[in-house]
């Protein structure tokens, strides 16, 4: 199975984190492995951790899984 995994965020219109400001979050990767997406995760955490509307995840995604449906 081929798995990468994003970090994913930004910045949110307020702390429910819903809305990203600009409409769209920022994805960042791929990384090949969970260790090298949460060296940045908490590299862009670290840099925004005094903004209490700015937040990061990690996300990963099967290069070989199907799209999820959306309906």
């Known amino acids: 199975m081929a798995q990468q995994f994003f970090v994913v965020g930004g910045e949110y219109a307020d702390t429910s ?7 769209d979050e920022e994805w960042i ?15 862009r955490a670290w840099l925004t951790v005094d903004e209490c509307t700015t937040r990061f995840r990690i996300e990963r995604v099967d290069k070989d899984a199907p799209p999820p449906c959306t309906d």
Do not use: I, L, N, T
């Open 29 to 43: 990767g791929p990384f090949a492995d969970y260790e090298s997406a949460k060296k940045e995760w908490s590299r």
């Open 17 to 23: 984190f819903c809305e990203a400001v600009g409409g």
